[in-house]
């Protein structure tokens, strides 16, 4: 019986710290929602408004007034989804060879890469920048996709990745079959790294749709930017309406959490079947 109470006691406190842990982490959103719903004295009353209001629609019609919210999501998606798809064909091909394959020079590469992981971006903003000035490339949709197309930590974490999950047994057989290095990372080693491939897609698209600096600089035409440069330029110079900034930015994570719930679940069901494999 005294077994049976302690289970019981230890259940409901993790379910009471993870259902803790759950307010917590969606009260941002809701109060986001609260605010983008009330207008901008409310944001600012005291005490503030803890419910939402009735200003949502009014507020995300002034958005559509002030920017050219439609062309700048659609911009952002292209981007996002360009960046990730090269990530994960060129990161994951990367990883795989630094995994599996023994070719001279790896570990000094490897280390290079990783160096290169730690050098903070604000650092390569200017090279970067005159690079692709030089190549004619500055206010292109290029300028945010090339840059991006393959990051260090993909290349880290994929490797890693592939080292514990990628079979070396399989590798070998694949060669006895006379399967080549491409054909290898296709049969062999995508259907397992699938469950990384799923967090750094996941990661990766969050990271571009929600970088602002870099197309701050590199865009500069203020009709063709992304989502986050164009929900700052909602900011008056000497006033803002700050019901509206928080509506354009509730608008802009909206599909974040679709993407998010999408990629979680396809995260969580390649990682079962990976581990049923195993």
């Known amino acids: 019986m005294r077994a049976e109470t302690s289970a019981r006691s230890r259940t409901i406190v993790g379910h009471a710290v993870l259902l803790l842990g759950v307010l917590i982490t969606v009260f941002p959103f809701y109060w986001m ?14 005490p ?3 419910l939402p209001g009735p200003h949502l629609w009014e507020n995300m019609n002034k958005v559509f007034d002030g920017i050219d919210f439609w062309k700048s999501m659609g911009i952002t998606v292209v981007v996002a989804t360009a960046v990730t798809f090269l990530v994960l ?3 994951s091909l990367a990883a795989f060879a630094f995994a599996k394959y023994d070719f001279p020079g790896r570990r000094v590469l490897f280390w290079i890469v990783l160096a290169t992981f730690m050098i903070p971006m604000q650092l390569a903003l200017v090279p970067q920048f005159v690079t692709l000035a030089w190549l004619g490339w500055v206010g292109s949709l ?32 694949s ?3 006379g399967a080549g290095f491409f054909r290898q990372w296709w049969t062999v080693g995508l259907p397992v790294l699938r469950p990384g491939l799923a967090f750094l897609g996941i990661f990766t ?4 749709w929600n970088d602002y600096l870099w197309p701050l600089i590199v865009m500069t035409d203020p009709g063709k930017v992304t989502l986050q440069v164009a929900v700052q330029q909602l900011n008056g110079v000497y006033t803002t309406d700050q019901s509206m900034v928080i509506a354009g930015a509730l608008m802009s994570v909206i599909p ?8 979680s679940r396809h995260f969580i069901a390649n ?8």
């Open 142 to 173: 290029k300028a945010l996709i090339i840059p991006g197309a393959a990051n260090a930590f993909g290349i880290f974490w994929m490797r890693q990745y592939a080292q514990g999950a990628i079979a070396d047994e399989l590798i070998q057989a």
């Open 33 to 46: 929602f609260v605010m983008a719903s009330n207008s901008t004295g409310d944001i600012f009353a005291y």
């Open 256 to 263: 974040l959490i679709g993407v998010f719930l999408i990629g």
């Open 205 to 208: 698209f969050f990271h571009i």
């Open 271 to 278: 990682l079962a079947a990976g581990a049923m494999k195993f």
């Open 48 to 50: 503030p408004e803890l």
């Open 89 to 91: 064909l060129l990161d």
């Open 175 to 177: 060669r006895v079959d």
